[in-house]
T-cell receptor, first 112, second 114 residues
Framework: SQQGEEDPQALSIQEGENATMNCSYKTSINNLQWYRQNSGRGLVHLIL?????REKHSGRLRVTLDTSKKSSSLLITASRAADTASYFCATDFGGSNYKLTFGKGTLLTVNP | NAGVTQTPKFQVLKTGQSMTLQCAQD?????MSWYRQDPGMGLRLIHYSVGAGITDQGEVPNGYNVSRSTTEDFPLRLLSAAPSQTSVYFCASSYHSGRTGEQYFGPGTRLTVT
């Protein structure tokens, strides 16, 4: 399968701590995206990072991309209880198809 | 803007029945897609469209049909429902400038096939 794989599958931390999630993939990509899903809701886009970019920031979120290792990480700093959600990476492998392939996600629980 | 809307929110079908899940967006997005989400499986792409009149298969297209007659609407048809199609279905849309960009998701349709 070409899909990205998130690691860890589940992560439990205390409020105020940082949370790091990783995504690995197998073939070259055009871009990689991170999404958040609150329980029972649709997915919300967080950050898109292109293959020629190494790092992007958005508020408390920091995404890195290492194309040589075929991996990306999502860092959430100073976590809040409201950050409790599942986080997914999605990869666009380029070429002539326009398919976004999602991983199975990391369930983040932030305890108050 | 309403964004991406999906109807119904919940549906129960009997095996063999057919139905259409509706998806509409009011953002003038060229790209629309359907995913199903099952526990432990992440999201899997069923079908997608890069514009009106153009559709293509995703990872798990069997048992589903789509059409795209307008930019706004992208219905998903279940031809003969099976218990294996019990899932949560998400529709998504995005601008399409030649690559797959930020996806806007609908709230989902929870389908149970008995």
């Amino acid at each position: 399968s070409q899909q990205g794989e998130e690691d860890p599958q589940a992560l439990s931390i205390q409020e105020g701590e940082n949370a790091t999630m990783n995504c690995s993939y197998k073939t070259s990509i055009n871009n990689l995206q991170w999404y958040r899903q609150n329980s029972g809701r649709g997915l919300v886009h967080l950050i898109l990072i292109r293959s020629n970019e190494r790092e992007k920031h958005s508020g408390r979120l920091r995404v890195t991309l290492d194309t040589s290792k075929k991996s990306s990480s999502l860092l959430i700093t100073a976590s809040r209880a409201a950050d409790t959600a599942s986080y997914f990476c999605a990869t666009d492998f380029g070429g002539s198809n326009y398919k976004l392939t999602f991983g199975k996600g990391t369930l983040l629980t932030v305890n108050p | 803007n309403a964004g991406v809307t999906q109807t119904p929110k919940f549906q129960v079908l009997k095996t063999g029945q057919s139905m259409t899940l509706q998806c509409a967006q009011d953002m003038n997005h060229e790209y629309m897609s359907w995913y199903r989400q099952d526990p432990g499986m992440g999201l899997r792409l069923i079908h997608y469209s890069v514009g009106a009149g153009i559709t293509d298969q995703g990872e798990v297209p069997n048992g589903y049909n789509v059409s795209r007659s307008t930019t706004e609407d992208f219905p998903l048809r279940l031809l003969s429902a099976a218990p294996s199609q019990t899932s949560v279905y998400f529709c998504a849309s995005s601008y399409h400038s030649g690559r797959t960009g930020e996806q806007y998701f609908g709230p989902g349709t929870r389908l149970t096939v008995t």
